[in-house]
């Protein structure tokens, strides 16, 4: 059984930097997929950045790429999510994701939340202007 656990959510200012953590638990993790995720109050969670535990391949969405990055520590079982230039609208419950099952790597089933089976609860980031 694997166990996900974020941490690093806080409140900031708008254009400050922020870096979550998940820390991973129960297996080893190749050929996993890692993401993140976001819900805002009152919207539809949406896909953030993942990326691949053996190759490191990253995937961003449009809204935060060049601005987020995703990366990890093998050694720690740890996905980082590193978040820059902070906006209003990235204010939102970030979730890390683990997806066991996805095989075929393209952008729309890497997006797709379903996709994934393990979940941690989620850490609280906001941002004020």
């Known amino acids: 059984q694997v166990q996900l656990v974020e941490s690093g959510g806080g409140l900031v200012q708008a254009g400050d930097s922020l870096r979550l953590s998940c820390v991973a638990s129960g297996r080893t993790f190749s050929g996993y997929v890692m993401g993140w995720f976001r819900q805002a109050p009152g919207k539809e969670r949406e896909f953030v950045a993942a990326i691949t535990w053996t190759g490191g391949a990253t995937y961003y969405a449009s809204s935060v790429k060049g601005r987020f990055a995703i990366s990890r520590d093998s050694a720690k079982n740890t996905v980082y999510l590193q978040m820059n230039t902070l906006k209003s609208e990235d204010a939102a419950v970030y979730y890390c994701?683990?997806?066991?099952?996805?095989?075929?790597?393209?952008?729309?089933?890497?997006?797709?939340?379903?996709?994934?089976?393990?979940w941690g609860q989620g850490t609280q980031v906001t941002v004020s202007s």
């Open positions: 994701a683990a997806g066991s099952g996805i095989r075929i790597f393209s952008s729309a089933i890497i997006a797709t939340g379903r996709n994934y089976d393990y």
